[in-house]
């Protein structure tokens, strides 16, 4: 891999991403609406307080899943990748800069969330407001490679909508959304453990609460990242030029 080639790759997306307004709209807008939506449906109770963390786990996670794994697949399917794969460019400099680029994006989306939650919303956060945002980006980015790697075995838009019931919804059955974690059955604990998403959600409550400390908040961030990296390796093993 190139530092310079991937740069370059990441540069071109956020030049494309850049002349394209409903992209960018759904990126860095429909998150913060949506957070506010939920804030609104549950006006005048306790509600929002308990679950306003978890929300910024999971629709910036959502969204930016969709938009990685749609926009990479296009680019195999109208043979771009191809080209470019053609010239001195590698599979791993090409997903690092598509998520490097989008990482770019998630701090714009992550920090306009955090912000609209807190300020406008008014969800409570008893701890570190600077921490919140680093697990919100880090969840982002998570998505964003996760799309990446479904994005590679996908061939059609309908098939990456497809992986959302495969990889998306499980997680956000078992993350403690809808039920706390340690009220699931043993097994689904346990299964739950293994998904990202739930150490994204409990990082997030952990801060909104302050019911840990810096430390362990920062091992849920490192197993988030751990999770983000395999994503991106097995993404650049599995990619393929293009869809046949």
């Known amino acids: 891999m190139n ?3 991937t740069l370059a790759t990441a540069g071109r ?3 494309q991403v850049r002349h394209d307004p409903r992209t960018v709209g759904l990126l860095v807008i429909v ?9 609104w449906i549950f006006d005048d109770t306790e509600v929002f307080s308990q679950i306003g963390p978890a929300m ?5 996670f959502i969204v930016m899943f969709l938009v990685a794994s749609i926009t990479t697949l296009r680019e195999r399917r109208t043979g771009t990748l191809e080209r470019l794969l053609s010239m001195p460019l590698g599979k791993g400099d090409f997903i690092l800069g598509y998520t490097l680029a989008f990482g770019l994006l998630a701090i714009v989306q992550s920090a306009l969330a955090v912000g609209f939650a807190t300020w406008v919303c008014g969800l409570t956060i008893d701890g570190s407001l600077w921490l919140l945002l680093a697990v919100a980006l880090v969840d982002a980015v ?3 490679t996760l799309g990446l790697l479904a994005s590679a075995f996908a061939n059609t838009e309908f098939q990456v909508v497809q992986f ?8 956000i059955l078992l993350g403690g959304i809808f039920l706390p974690r340690d009220q699931l059955p043993q097994v689904l604990r346990v299964i739950s453990d293994w998904l990202p998403l739930s150490h994204a959600i409990d990082a997030l409550n952990a801060v ?7 430390p362990w908040v920062g091992g ?3 197993i988030i990242a751990g999770f983000a990296v395999g994503s991106i390796v097995v993404g650049s093993v599995t990619l393929r030029r293009r869809t046949p």
């Not at 998150?31 to 804030?39: M, N």
């Not at 959302?164 to 997680?171: D, E, G």
């Not at 909104?208 to 810096?214: F, V």
């Open 3 to 5: 530092p310079r080639r």
């Open 13 to 15: 997306v956020l030049a």
């Open 31 to 39: 998150p913060s609406l949506l957070i506010g939506l939920v804030a």
């Open 56 to 60: 910024l786990a999971l629709f910036p």
């Open 142 to 144: 998570l998505g964003t």
């Open 164 to 171: 959302m019931p495969a990889l998306v919804f499980p997680q």
């Open 208 to 214: 909104a609460r302050d019911t840990h400390d810096a």
């Open 220 to 222: 849920q961030l490192l």
